[in-house]
Every structure is written in structure tokens, then in C-alpha cells.
């Protein structure tokens, strides 16, 4: 319930148009921090974090299931990944926020900013990958790269200027949300991946 929460409060915020006072002091902290050798860096973690990265291996990951016949888990990486990215799409236009206009962007956005589609791709993705390697010799070596992955694609859309920190943690919450959610509903809350049914 917890990420639940979270969304909630940002959203309500949000909603409000309230102001954080965190998101303007992170934002200005990571342009204090601009160097070419983290451009180069940010930028690629920006680019694998959707396009580039996330959404080819989305296709492949539910591919990769209907060819090995693992059709319950395919459905559930179908529903997760799909329906993240369809609620993200809604969120977006549904509380408008305009995105952060405190200097310009190298990778400059025209859509609206909250929540953070990278964010809510690349933590729905990991969550994907964690639940069906819980029980898995895989555990461990994807929650490790998990844990890079995801906190490296929300930094770099702060550190480029196009998200404000709470469009991430928004982000973030609602994937948490939304990936329990699709498990509960397609493993009925007491199945599991992988097991002969």
C-alpha cells in the first residue's frame, strides 16, 4: 500500500498545482553538476532507459515467453508492460504538468511531465523481471542490475532537465502499483511463475 500512497500524496499535489520543495533545489543540483563526461553518460541511460532500451526488450521479453510456451507468464509481462505504458500515456494528459523550464535541455520533451514515462517504463520492467526471477537462480544478478538500471534512468531525466524528482517517485509508485496489481490478477495471488499447471 505504501507505493499506493505515495502517488496519491504526489498526485494530489500535482492536482493542486502545489510546488515540492525538493523538486527545484535537486533540478538546480544536477545542473550545478554538468560535465560533458556526464552528458555522454545520462544521455545513454535516457535513451536505453525508453526507446532505445526498454521498449524493444518489452517486445522480446513477451515474445520470448509465447515461444516457450510460458503463456501465463507471457500474459502477465503483456499486461504489466502494455498496460504501463497505456496508464502512463492517460496519467500524462490527465493532470498536464508542464515539464521543468529552468534552463534548456540537450534532450529537450513536448509532452507533458508527470509521471516520468522512463521512470514508470524502466521500474515496470524491473518489477516484471523481478517477480518472474523471485524464484530463480536469476534472483539476485537481476535485482542487482535492476537496482543500477532503474535509479540511473530516473537520475538522468532529472540531470537533463526534462522531469522534475517528483515526476520520478511518481513514476516509480505507480509501476510498484500497477505490476503487484497485474501479478495478484494473473497468478491469483498464489500461484507462481514457472510451476507445471
Known sequence: MLPLWVFAELADEVRDAEA???D???????????????DRLFLFFSAIGYRYGVVPFDLLLVLALAIARRFREGLFAAIALGG???LNVATKQFFARQRPGLWDSIAPETTYSFPSGHAMGSAT????LIMLAWRTRWRWPVIVAMAVFVPMVGLSRI?????????ILAGWAAALVWVIGCYALVFYGHLRPWRNR
Open 20 to 22: 515540492f520543495p525538493f
Open 24 to 38: 527545484q533545489p535537486l533540478l538546480l543540483f544536477a545542473r550545478d553538476m554538468a560535465r560533458a563526461g556526464f
Open 84 to 86: 504501463s505504458a497505456l
Open 125 to 128: 520492467l524491473a518489477c516484471v
Open 159 to 167: 540531470y537533463l532537465g526534462v522531469h522534475y524528482p517528483s515526476d
